[in-house]
């Protein structure tokens, strides 16, 4: 409980009531009836403290208690309202725009405008000011009410549709009065402004795009069709959505367009093919913020796939979130990234599930070829017929690993060849961080096989013990001998015929720990 400054504390002094009956005057008094005191239902409210003259004299009739209770429920009552100066009320608008449109808690579809509701948006708002920082969410509502401790408050708001941010707020700065009413209104901004810098950087207006569930199943297709197949193409796109489409066409990205993918949807592909080729240039950019890329394959379609799921022959493909799954191929090389030109950066997100001859997961070949692949990444349960389950890096590509998890994938090659995470054949493989454990290897390098004339340096990370290399030799790590390795900062290349690990290495203050070796 707070302590009341005296000139809010709503008490005032009671002065002493004077007695002016001697004792037996108030003996007869009581004589007279039992009753007396109801004379007048209202006679013990001349002054609202009469009652208190004796910590008893209440008890002389029922109704004087009662005087008593609300006279005391309104002493408190009074201290303690938010006019007492505790706190100030702020009534919040939301959904206000900056153009002074009225409020709105409904979102339309940005691509067509007003009139085409699609659904309640979420609020969820930041406050900063005397408590410190708080959020508060509110859902389908123009205004929200809150209370505050009186002083200056910063607030922003980001608005949602299904999880897929909507429209964000101004920056608002509000001086909240003390046991008052106060309003303020958010201007909201499409969102894409943020989304363009995030991807593509200030001064580009891309195309917005919103797919929800009144587009039909051919839309999306037939949008991006549209806009990516055009020749000698010089614009941005951004698409978002929650919806499940069907891609019945393989989409070639052949001229310089950047294209960004959003939401918690799906792209579905029906045909042989990938389902996105960067080819033609090096202007061309695709970027994927969540939506589900699913491939083909003999249980789940009748009939595997001839390609990878993802092609890269020029350009840029970075992947912060989302998935790359499902595509089997038959007999050829990558189930799900093929990096033959151009570079690939994978920050977060997955790539699961896919099968390919070699490299069941990414295959990263030819010189200036680059795969990148950190933060929260993961490569897991992919499988290669031959080598690389996980990764194949081969003929001068680079795979570079500065984090995430190479994990649960398969390798079934026979001897000497195998790499159940990792299969590196006269390429390079670099890693400074991250972790390779649990892959399985039919014959050597359950985690990583290092082949022919190619190099393994690792300065940091965990290439554990706990991969299997089942027929062969290198539990972590399997190197030729015309392979050449270093670890550590400061370590030693090792240039020594077939020199299995079968125990975990990892880096420590940049000093190399390798039992076993």
Same mark, same amino acid.
């Given at each position: 409980? /707070?302590?009341?400054?005296?000139? #809010?504390?709503?008490?005032?002094?009671?002065?002493?009531?004077?007695?002016?009956?001697?004792?037996?005057?108030?003996?007869?008094?009581?004589?007279?009836?039992?009753?007396?005191?109801?004379?007048?239902?209202?006679?013990?409210?001349?002054?609202?403290?009469?009652?208190?003259?004796?910590?008893?004299?209440?008890?002389?009739?029922?109704?004087?208690? &009662?005087?008593?209770?609300?006279?005391?429920?309104?002493?408190?009552?009074?201290?303690?309202?938010?006019?007492?100066?505790?706190?100030?009320?702020?009534?919040?608008?939301?959904?206000?725009?900056?153009?002074?449109?009225?409020?709105?808690?409904?979102?339309?579809?940005?691509?067509?405008?007003?009139?085409?509701?699609?659904?309640?948006?979420?609020?969820?708002?930041?406050?900063?000011?005397?408590?410190?920082?708080?959020?508060?969410?509110?859902?389908?509502?123009?205004?929200?009410?809150?209370?505050?401790?009186?002083?200056?408050?910063?607030?922003?708001?980001?608005?949602?549709? /299904?999880?897929?941010?909507?429209?964000?707020?101004?920056?608002?700065?509000? #001086?909240?009065?003390?046991?008052?009413?106060?309003?303020?209104?958010?201007?909201? /901004?499409?969102?894409?402004?943020?989304?363009?810098?995030?991807?593509?950087?200030?001064?580009?207006?891309?195309?917005?795009?919103?797919?929800?569930?009144?587009?039909?199943?051919?839309?999306?297709?037939?949008?991006?069709?549209?806009?990516?197949?055009?020749?000698?193409? #010089?614009?941005?796109?951004?698409?978002?959505?929650?919806?499940?489409?069907?891609?019945?066409?393989?989409?070639?990205?052949?001229?310089?367009?950047?294209?960004?993918?959003?939401?918690?949807?799906?792209?579905?592909?029906?045909?042989?093919?990938?389902?996105?080729?960067?080819?033609?240039?090096?202007?061309?950019?695709?970027?994927?913020?969540?939506?589900?890329?699913?491939?083909?394959?003999?249980?789940?379609?009748?009939?595997? #796939?001839?390609?990878?799921?993802?092609?890269? /022959?020029?350009?840029?493909?970075?992947?912060?979130?989302?998935?790359?799954?499902?595509?089997?191929?038959?007999?050829?090389?990558?189930?799900?990234?093929?990096?033959?030109?151009?570079?690939?950066?994978?920050?977060?997100?997955?790539?699961?599930?896919?099968?390919?001859?070699?490299?069941?997961?990414?295959?990263?070949?030819?010189?200036?070829?680059?795969?990148?692949?950190?933060?929260?990444?993961?490569?897991?349960?992919?499988?290669?017929?031959?080598?690389?389950?996980?990764?194949?890096?081969?003929?001068?590509?680079?795979?570079?690993?500065?984090?995430?998890?190479?994990?649960?994938?398969?390798?079934?090659?026979?001897?000497?060849?195998?790499?159940?995470?990792?299969?590196?054949?006269?390429?390079?493989?670099?890693?400074?961080?991250? &972790?390779?454990?649990?892959?399985?290897?039919?014959?050597?390098?359950?985690?990583?096989?290092?082949?022919?004339?190619?190099?393994?340096?690792?300065?940091?990370?965990?290439?554990?013990?706990?991969?299997?290399?089942?027929?062969?030799?290198?539990?972590?790590?399997?190197?030729?001998?015309?392979?050449?390795?270093?670890?550590?900062?400061?370590?030693?290349?090792?240039?020594?015929?077939?020199?299995?690990?079968?125990?975990?290495?990892?880096?420590?203050?940049?000093?190399?720990?390798?039992?076993?070796?």
């Amino acid at each position: 409980m /707070q302590k009341m400054s005296p000139r #809010n504390f709503c008490c005032a002094k009671t002065p002493q009531p004077a007695l002016e009956q001697n004792s037996a005057d108030m003996i007869n008094l009581e004589k007279r009836s039992p009753f007396s005191v109801l004379r007048s239902p209202f006679s013990v409210l001349r002054s609202p403290f009469s009652v208190l003259r004796s910590p008893f004299s209440v008890l002389r009739s029922p109704f004087s208690v &009662t005087a008593l209770v609300f006279t005391l429920l309104f002493v408190v009552s009074s201290c303690f309202s938010p006019l007492g100066g505790n706190k100030g009320s702020l009534t919040l608008i939301l959904g206000s725009a900056s153009n002074g449109s009225a409020n709105r808690s409904i979102a339309y579809d940005p691509g067509i405008g007003p009139g085409t509701d699609i659904g309640e948006l979420e609020f969820r708002i930041r406050l900063s000011g005397p408590e410190g920082a708080r959020t508060e969410t509110v859902r389908g509502a123009d205004t929200i009410r809150l209370s505050l401790t009186p002083g200056r408050w910063t607030i922003q708001a980001d608005a949602y549709y /299904q999880g897929v941010l909507y429209a964000i707020s101004d920056p608002l700065t509000v #001086n909240v009065s003390a046991g008052g009413s106060n309003s303020a209104a958010l201007q909201m /901004q499409p969102a894409t402004k943020v989304l363009n810098e995030e991807d593509f950087g200030p001064g580009v207006t891309p195309e917005y795009r919103y797919f929800s569930a009144s587009d039909t199943p051919t839309a999306l297709h037939d949008y991006l069709v549209s806009k990516i197949g055009v020749p000698n193409g #010089n614009y941005a796109v951004i698409v978002e959505g929650t919806q499940h489409i069907i891609l019945s066409n393989s989409l070639t990205i052949a001229s310089y367009v950047a294209l960004s993918l959003r939401g918690s949807g799906t792209l579905k592909l029906a045909t042989n093919g990938s389902m996105f080729k960067l080819d033609g240039g090096s202007g061309k950019k695709l970027i994927l913020r969540g939506p589900t890329l699913v491939g083909r394959n003999l249980t789940n379609d009748g009939a595997n #796939n001839n390609a990878s799921l993802v092609t890269v /022959q020029s350009g840029a493909f970075v992947m912060y979130a989302g998935e790359i799954r499902g595509n089997t191929t038959n007999g050829t090389a990558a189930g799900g990234v093929y990096v033959e030109g151009g570079i690939f950066t994978m920050s977060g997100g997955s790539i699961s599930g896919n099968t390919a001859l070699h490299g069941g997961g990414v295959y990263v070949c030819n010189p200036g070829s680059q795969f990148t692949m950190s933060g929260s990444a993961v490569i897991s349960g992919n499988t290669s017929i031959e080598s690389g389950g996980g990764v194949f890096a081969a003929a001068s590509g680079a795979f570079t690993m500065n984090g995430g998890t190479i994990s649960t994938n398969t390798a079934n090659d026979v001897s000497p060849y195998g790499g159940g995470g990792v299969m590196v054949d006269s390429s390079s493989f670099t890693m400074s961080g991250g &972790t390779i454990s649990g892959n399985t290897a039919s014959y050597n390098g359950g985690g990583v096989c290092v082949f022919n004339s190619s190099t393994f340096n690792m300065s940091g990370g965990i290439i554990s013990g706990a991969n299997t290399a089942a027929l062969g030799t290198g539990t972590a790590l399997y190197i030729d001998g015309i392979a050449t390795a270093k670890w550590g900062v400061f370590g030693t290349w090792l240039n020594t015929f077939s020199s299995p690990v079968d125990t975990t290495i990892h880096i420590v203050d940049g000093a190399a720990v390798p039992p076993g070796w």
